[in-house]
């Protein structure tokens, strides 16, 4: 029975400690909305390999890890974690010149 209210003390340390409790539900969304956008885009890509019959790389895979990384950008902010913050900021950085280099391509498929 100690041990019970033991690990009840340590378990609401931890949750005061990290912010559980107090975390608005709406950053919940975010947080967990961000990662499975983020997640959607393996399913995409996956999908559309197996359609084509080969390694494929969809726009759609682009947008989705962008679209994903900023709302985990706007959820680590929150959080004040820089960890997080660094990966999400360099994630979408590569998401972004990704969509610039194919946007650049299609525009010279079209000219030439």
Request: proline fraction near 3%.
């Amino acid at each position: 029975m100690l041990a019970l209210v033991v690990d009840a003390a340590v378990l609401e340390g931890a949750a005061a400690e990290t912010g559980i409790g107090s975390t608005p539900w709406y950053w919940w969304v975010i947080g967990f909305g961000g990662q499975l956008v983020f997640a959607s885009r393996f399913w995409v890509q996956w999908l559309a390999s197996e359609r084509a019959k080969k390694s494929v790389m969809p726009i759609s895979f682009w947008w989705l890890s962008i679209s994903g990384g900023l709302l985990s950008l706007c959820y680590a902010i929150y959080r004040e974690d820089p960890v997080f913050i660094m990966g999400q900021v360099t994630g979408s950085v590569i998401y972004a010149r990704n969509l610039m280099l194919i946007r650049e391509s299609r525009r010279r498929e079209a000219t030439a």
